[in-house]
């Protein structure tokens, strides 16, 4: 699975950006997508992921804010962020993932990485 986000930017605290993410190859039902991010010095986090039946999760610190959605027939996947803080300024990540009866977080459930897109939030 290739995958390849779009849409980051620069905007001022409260402002919106909405990251895409587009999978080529073959995907599979039950499987799980999601957005992480890195801000430097830090380790890679679990912003929200999304399972092929709809199921959503997010962290909490996002919950409220960023919305998460994906098209299983045309492989991507989106993130709408609102309301954005400084604290939100790293590196996201569109990850793929296998089949889960729950799509977490956890970077380690994830096996396919797009190249990422920057995002900076300033105040």
């Known amino acids: 699975v290739q995958l390849v986000e779009f849409g980051g930017g620069s905007v001022q605290a409260g402002g919106s950006l909405r990251l895409f993410c587009v999978a080529g190859?073959?995907?599979?039902?039950?499987?799980?997508m999601g957005w992480f991010r890195q801000a430097p010095g830090k380790e890679r986090e679990g912003v929200s992921a999304?399972?092929?039946?709809?199921?959503?999760s997010y962290e909490d610190s996002v919950k409220g804010r960023f919305t998460i959605s994906r098209d299983n027939a045309k492989n991507t996947l989106n993130l709408q962020m609102d309301s954005l803080k400084p604290g939100d300024t790293a590196m996201y990540y569109c990850?793929?993932?296998?089949?889960?009866?729950?799509?977490?977080?956890?970077?380690?459930?994830?096996?396919?990485w797009g190249q990422g897109t920057q995002v900076t939030v300033s105040s």
């Open positions: 999304i399972r092929s039946d709809g199921s959503t």
């Open positions: 990850g793929y993932g296998s089949w889960r009866t729950y799509c977490s977080g956890d970077p380690g459930n994830y096996g396919y």
């Open positions: 190859g073959y995907t599979y039902s039950g499987d799980c």
